[in-house]
């Protein structure tokens, strides 16, 4: 089935040690985007890749990057995490333009 | 950024009833889109509802329109335990060459057995 898959599901760090977070997609879909989401509240984009143009909201952190090395896969790296930045961590992809986002099952991040 | 608001923020009914929540939104819009999430779980696309329509069904949800009240409301008819979720609407703004949805709040709905 064609889906979007997100490793690892639950993901333990220590307080500035680096982390990445994995997704990947069997629909070949143009538009990926990364979510954080903390408890009670809606997702809060941080960034989105169209192809390979990368797409970063203004209030994103500098501490978090992400990379796109092809259209299946698209990473999410945390280069120094805090506290403030335990939450989930929602994957999704579209075709773009002003279609349905479908989401992957998140990967919880707890900081140590 | 969100500018949907989204109430009630929490509902809790009984089995068999009817669950009402209701979305409001600032920006014109190209679609609305509802969404579930069940707790700890990703979200999971329910209906999307295109700025020229005024009411869409799916199933057991019922889902309008009015664009001129900015807002949009989702109403789950005969309710089940298995419909307690959170439900999101999100807009997709018409500004240019704008890929991203601007999502609500969200209601925490609760269906007691």
């Known amino acids: 089935d064609a889906m979007v898959i997100q490793n690892p599901r639950y993901q333990v760090t220590q307080f500035g040690k680096p982390v990445t977070l994995s997704c990947s997609q069997t629909l070949n879909h143009n538009v990926m985007y990364w979510y954080q989401q903390k408890s009670s509240q809606a997702p809060k984009l941080l960034f989105h890749y169209y192809d390979k143009d990368f797409n970063n909201e203004a209030d994103t952190p500098d501490n978090f990057q992400s990379r796109r090395p092809n259209t299946s896969f698209c990473f999410l790296d945390i280069r120094s995490p805090g506290l403030g930045d335990a939450a989930m961590y929602l994957c999704a992809t579209s075709r773009g333009g002003t279609d349905t986002q479908y989401f992957g099952p998140g990967t919880r991040l707890t900081v140590l | 950024s969100q500018q949907g608001e989204e109430d009630p923020q929490a509902l809790s009914i009984q089995e068999g009833e009817n669950a009402t929540m209701n979305c409001s939104y600032k920006?014109?819009?190209?679609?609305l889109q509802w969404y579930r999430q069940n707790s700890g779980r990703g979200l999971v696309h329910l209906i999307l509802i295109r700025s020229n329509e005024r009411e869409k069904h799916s199933g057991r949800l019922r889902v309008t329109l009015d664009t001129s009240k900015k807002s949009s409301s989702l109403l789950i008819t005969a309710s089940r335990a298995a419909d307690t979720a959170s439900y999101f609407c999100?807009?997709?703004?018409?500004?240019?060459?704008?890929?991203?949805?601007?999502w609500g709040l969200g209601t925490s709905l609760a269906v007691n057995p």
């Open positions: 920006t014109s819009i190209n679609n």
């Open positions: 999100a807009t997709e703004n018409n500004a240019g060459n704008n890929r991203k949805l601007i």
